[in-house]
């Protein structure tokens, strides 16, 4: 759905918060100084909500072609750090407003719901270090046979040996789905000593979550009751609790689409997710949530390690390569060697896409995680 298509929706909550923070203003005695501070803050908090719109737009804007690529979600996390870094400007400016009632609950809701959000950023990590594990596969096929004068048998081999590791670290991990540790067998089994020890020093940096974790039951806990609040709430908080609120789906909803994308353990997208449009936000971010179910319920998608775009394209040129490996008798005729430069040609772009895009992915995930925890440890302070 376009952008414009959602403006339809704004009106109504701009127009509602203003309805109760004007309430608010009649029902108490100010001094032009202190109407000038709610005036400020009422601006910020409606600042607050367009800039949440406005980045969902964005996301929703993506065809899809863009939607849950490497480059997709990069802009989903820098929507989901740009809205941070304002919310938590606006907690700073009010942390005397923390620990009264009814806005002492709220903000304890959300540093537990952030809490929970570290573990999936921790599951997160987990499945990007998988897909780097994929990608080494499709560069030993790649660097066997691209820029050879003439493909040998060996190099086929070697690429028939690192295809058949690729497809069956794939299906065991859509078989298994347990833990990264359990995974990682089915990787190099000549090099399983070197893979342990590389997997040890990666666990080391605690990222990694426990065998009997699910990123299912971790949304849930994520989205438990998570209702907008009511107008003598808002009224009672200066409208601070609809900022928390909106936050608090804003986590909720990233998390919940890094757990579409990338692998990681008991992946159930069936969430649910009851914001009303009149929320500005609120569409652009339902929009999102049903396509990204529809591509889930796609048939050759229903039993897929991960919903990314780029893990897709590892399977179908794994297949193709593979078919076609299938067919080879030697000497290659040179029409045959020029279908298996071509196929490598378009692996090529595959991994280097990965190559290109997993680093950056991780350092942001890396940074998501540092966020909320800087965030939540302030925000904890201030409520003393």
Not at 29 to 38: A, I, L
Not at 50 to 76: C, H, M, T, Y
Not at 106 to 131: H, P, W
Not at 140 to 145: D, E, R
Request: with cysteine; charged share 25%.
């Amino acid at each position: 759905m376009p952008a414009t298509d959602y403006q339809g929706a704004s009106a109504s909550f701009t127009t509602f918060g203003r309805s109760i923070l004007s309430i608010r203003s009649r029902d108490q005695v100010h001094s032009m100084e202190s109407s000038h501070e709610g005036t400020s803050q009422e601006l910020e908090l409606e600042a607050f909500q367009k800039q949440v719109a406005e980045g969902f737009n964005d996301l929703a804007s993506a065809d899809s072609d863009q939607l849950l690529s490497i480059p997709w979600i990069r802009k989903l996390l820098d929507v989901f750090l740009s809205c941070q870094e304002q919310f938590r400007s606006i907690l700073f400016k009010n942390k005397g407003c923390l620990n009264k009632s009814p806005m002492d609950r709220y903000i304890t809701e959300y540093f537990e719901r952030s809490l929970k959000a570290l573990d999936v950023c921790n599951a997160i990590r987990d499945g990007i270090e998988l897909i780097r594990q994929w990608q080494k596969q499709l560069e030993i096929v790649y660097y066997a046979l691209d820029n050879q004068r003439s493909i040998g048998e060996g190099q086929i081999r070697r690429s028939m040996k690192a295809l058949i590791d690729l497809a069956i670290g794939m299906l065991d991990e859509k078989e298994s789905n347990s833990s990264f540790a359990h995974r990682n067998r089915s990787f190099g089994r000549n090099n399983a000593q070197k893979d342990h020890n590389s997997l040890g020093q990666f666990r080391s940096l605690s990222w990694s979550v426990s065998r009997n974790w699910s990123a299912a039951k971790q949304l849930q806990a994520i989205g438990q009751n998570l209702v907008a609040p009511k107008t003598n709430e808002i009224i009672a908080t200066n409208g601070l609790a609809v900022a928390v609120f909106t936050m608090s789906y804003v986590l909720y909803f990233v998390m919940w689409a890094l757990v579409a994308a990338i692998p990681c353990q008991d992946r159930g997208l069936q969430m649910h997710f009851h914001v009303t449009r009149q929320f500005i936000w609120g569409a652009p971010l339902l929009s999102l949530h049903e396509r990204i179910l529809e591509e889930s319920r796609k048939r050759e998608r229903r039993n897929a390690t991960g919903l990314l775009k780029e893990i897709r394209q590892i399977e179908k040129c794994a297949r193709h390569m593979n078919e076609l490996t299938d067919t080879i008798h030697f000497p290659l005729s040179e029409e045959k060697e020029g279908e298996v430069k071509q196929r490598v040609q378009e692996l090529g772009q595959v991994y280097y896409g990965l190559k290109d895009g997993l680093d950056p992915l991780e350092r942001q995930v890396r940074q998501v995680f540092h966020r909320i925890v800087r965030s939540r440890t302030e925000g904890l302070n201030s409520i003393g």
